[in-house]
């Protein structure tokens, strides 16, 4: 069981020429293994920050990060380690993977790194690894990113996150820059993952509707405060923030807009 | 009671390349004067190519190889789009068909002003206007889409992914066009700016009167903003309807597995598919 506590965090941005931006405002929430919280928030209410200060890509100006009650390292083996713990799967997949190397390059990066497993293991588990994330490994293995479609490149990312054998995974818009009719899949398989090995989620988006499916809890960021948490069915469809409430507003909701529409007409026709 | 504005019977593109790709096979749809028409479908099912084709803005190796584009313009005259010769078609867009693109982001010119931009377009098809004129129609223009007038100098990078995709519309309302193509005009935005944009569009169609073609893969969206629908696959219409037909009573199978692959914002949980 890992605990990763994020404590009265705020971060303070200094731009030059603008002042000082608050990016996070005292933002405290636990993410615990075998849970999935969403993270939802317009662009620039501190999704990202909080990916950023997870991944110790940045340092909160105030607050600390606990794992399991150690505050995170700063630096050499013990950061390793901490990243070994917590993987983090990025928006663009047509970015975050290398195309000058092999998918095997990539799976066996972290397998090195971290010493998963010893060195004539090492086929057997990228192989693992693909099959896990349900891509055929002879078809994909020896291919460049390029040669794959996006929706395969995104499950390459994931098997590479899960190569080192994390407790934790931070996805940061996971779906969104791939087509439609594959999303669910995605998700899906994620959603089986963490269920099967226990794993931790910070299910970062802006999407209501995908956030509300596949989280346990949902928190609410607006200015980098958070305004609304619970379960994801109550932040969803009892929101009582007014920003939660113009977010659920503004999302796309086919069921509520014809059930509207025909109460209309009806109502106008009778 | 239908009044088209725009007629495509038979249409089809292939891209000629080894082997030739059928990208768009057999089309015929009517457009409506003032309505939106969503095309919904997958990457590659033809939506982009359809809307570009129909106003020969495809490049080789994309070929036209059959099909007719009737233009009924409001003053009476139906025009084919595929016999215009080049000055005419250069007149022709943007006059009567204008298009929003993908990605406001990269569409706008960023070592120019957006006034300047905007400028152009008068400068171009408008040229017995002045100076003086083009400036206050600019102005105008952005006060339309909400921008504002005071923004004319601003550049591109000096402005919100929001507030440069009310430039673009604003470009594409310059000329009062009959029709408008918008080709993802809010993918990369979030909800709260998508939902302002989608607002302003209905708001400025009821305004002015033009019809839309609405490019997007994004179905729950689309069945909001659409009169009609049209799904595509591989090329083909598979179902035209009213956006309320799609939505409780789909025909084809393919449109039924497009709708389950979004999950709902406030139905049945766990309950995904239709």
Do not use: C
């Not at chain 2, 009517?30 to 490049?59: H, M, N, P």
């Amino acid at each position: 069981m890992t605990t990763l506590e994020f404590k009265n965090v705020t971060k303070i941005y200094n731009v030059r020429g603008f002042g000082q931006i608050k990016a996070l405002d005292e933002v405290s929430f636990t993410l615990r293994s075998h849970q999935t919280i969403g993270l939802v928030g317009q662009s620039g209410s501190g999704k990202s920050t909080i990916a950023k200060i997870l991944t110790q890509l940045e340092t909160p100006t105030r607050g600390e990060v606990l794992l399991d009650g150690a505050p995170i390292p700063r630096g050499g083996k013990g950061l390793r380690k901490y990243r070994q713990q917590l993987r983090m799967v990025f928006q663009d997949p047509f970015a975050s993977l290398n195309p000058y190397h092999s998918i095997r390059h990539h799976i066996e990066r972290p397998l090195r790194l971290d010493k998963v497993v010893p060195r004539d293991q090492l086929d057997d588990e990228v192989r693992r690894l693909l099959l896990r994330v349900r891509l055929e490994p002879d078809a994909v293995m020896e291919r460049r990113p390029h040669e794959l479609s996006g929706g395969q490149r995104q499950r390459v990312a994931i098997a590479r996150a899960l190569a080192s054998r994390p407790s934790l995974l931070v996805a940061d818009e996971p779906v969104s820059m791939l087509d439609v009719s594959i999303r669910l899949g995605v998700l899906n398989l994620l959603a089986d993952l963490q269920r099967e090995e226990g794993l931790g989620v910070l299910y970062i988006t802006h999407d209501l509707a995908t956030a509300r499916h596949f989280s346990d809890e949902i928190m609410v960021l607006n200015q980098g405060k958070v305004v609304e948490r619970g379960t994801a069915d109550d932040v969803i469809l009892h929101p009582h923030d007014p920003y939660t409430q113009e977010l659920r507003a503004a999302s796309p909701d086919p069921e509520e807009f014809f059930r509207d529409r025909s109460a209309r007409t009806l109502g106008g026709v009778r | 009671m239908t009044d088209p504005l725009l007629s495509i019977r038979d249409f089809s593109v292939v891209y000629d390349v080894d082997p030739p790709v059928a990208a768009v096979k057999n089309v015929t749809i009517d457009i409506e004067r003032g309505e939106i028409v969503g095309l919904a479908g997958e990457s590659g099912s033809g939506k982009t190519t359809l809307a570009y084709g129909i106003q020969r803005l495809l490049k080789p190796p994309a070929v036209i190889t059959s099909g007719d584009v009737v233009f009924h313009d409001a003053d009476g005259e139906d025009i084919d789009i595929n016999s215009l010769g080049v000055e005419e078609m250069r007149r022709f867009r943007w006059d009567k068909i204008s298009m929003v693109f993908q990605g406001a982001m990269n569409a706008l010119n960023p070592v120019t002003t957006i006034g300047a931009q905007l400028d152009d377009v008068f400068l171009i098809h408008r040229p017995e206007m002045n100076r003086t004129e083009r400036r206050a129609a600019v102005v105008d223009l952005l006060e339309i889409v909400k921008v504002g007038g005071a923004r004319i100098r601003s550049y591109p990078h000096e402005l919100s992914g929001g507030m440069r995709q009310r430039v673009m519309i604003a470009m594409a309302l310059a000329l009062r066009p009959q029709l408008m193509v918008m080709d993802e005009p809010t993918t990369a935005l979030d909800v709260l700016v998508q939902r302002e944009i989608l607002k302003q569009i209905s708001q400025l169609r009821h305004e002015f009167g033009f019809s839309v073609i609405f490019i997007t893969h994004d179905l729950p969206l689309l069945l909001e903003i659409s009169d009609r629908i049209a799904i595509m696959r591989e090329g083909a219409i598979v179902e035209l309807a009213t956006s309320e037909q799609i939505w409780s009573d789909p025909e084809h199978e393919y449109t039924r597995s497009l709708l389950s692959s979004f999950p709902r914002l406030t139905g049945e949980k766990g309950v995904v598919v239709r």
